[in-house]
T-cell receptor, first 113, second 114 residues
Framework: DQQVKQNSPSLSVQEGRISILNCDYTNSMFDYFLWYKKYPAEGPTFLISISSIKDKNEDGRFTVFLNKSAKHLSLHIVPSQPGDSAVYFCAARGVRGADGLTFGKGTHLIIQP | DTGVSQDPRHKITKRGQNVTFRCDPISEHNRLYWYRQTLGQGPEFLTYFQNEAQLEKSRLLSDRFSAERPKGSFSTLEIQRTEQGDSAMYLC????????????FGPGTRLTVT
């Protein structure tokens, strides 16, 4: 069973506009949520995280929103730049002392010039 | 800070052979993680170490897999009697004490079993 779901395999956005990537989860015991970015032939790169006790975290062009009641989080990138084209993974960490992250399948973001 | 490094970057082996991968974490990162990623999927957690102690293993880590971190620095992941289903990208990550949710990944080792 997939505990972290990214239902959009791909997303195309025009340069300069806002990109919104979505993620849903089923396990209410997750305590941290993270977004990673991955280019081909490279490992995932940490972007931004949010604790389950917060509803928003911002870092430059990246903002993550968490809606615990809906078990939903989103990553907003504004403005979108060509270098943002990559696969974005949503990930979550459990509270039971386990440190292994649970990842979604990823969304391929394509920034159109 | 040189980042997490992994060696080799690519490995092609025949079914039934043993393979070993190495991961060097970021210095001062006491936690080290191994993940596996197959095509179209996100990374899947395999195991992690705090210093030299292996603290958690996923059910994905069959008895053909073994991981070590003998001196709390680099780690090795060995797969014995490889099968075609072992073909995947094997990723290593590390994290600092107190911020273990922020894991920094290496470039991965791509294993192809023929």
């Amino acid at each position: 069973d997939q505990q972290v779901k990214q239902n959009s395999p791909s997303l195309s956005v025009q340069e300069g506009r806002i990109s919104i990537l979505n993620c849903d989860y089923t396990n209410s015991m997750f305590d941290y949520f993270l977004w990673y970015k991955k280019y081909p032939a490279e490992g995932p790169t940490f972007l931004i995280s949010i604790s389950s006790i917060k509803d928003k975290n911002e870092d430059g062009r990246f903002t993550v929103f968490l809606n615990k009641s809906a078990k939903h989080l989103s990553l907003h990138i504004v403005p979108s730049q060509p270098g943002d084209s990559a696969v974005y993974f949503c990930a979550a960490r459990g509270v039971r002392g386990a440190d292994g992250l649970t990842f979604g399948k990823g969304t391929h973001l394509i920034i159109q010039p | 800070d040189t980042g997490v490094s992994q060696d080799p970057r690519h490995k092609i082996t025949k079914r039934g052979q043993n393979v070993t991968f190495r991961c060097d974490p970021i210095s001062e990162h006491n936690r080290l993680y191994w993940y596996r990623q197959t095509l179209g999927q996100g990374p899947e957690f395999l195991t992690y170490f705090q210093n030299e102690a292996q603290l958690e293993k996923s059910r994905l880590l069959s008895d053909r897999f073994s991981a070590e971190r003998p001196k709390g620095s680099f780690s090795t992941l060995e797969i014995q009697r490889t099968e075609q289903g072992d073909s995947a990208m094997y990723l290593c990550a590390s994290s600092v004490p107190g911020q273990t949710y922020e894991q920094y990944f290496g470039p991965g080792t791509r294993l192809t079993v023929t």
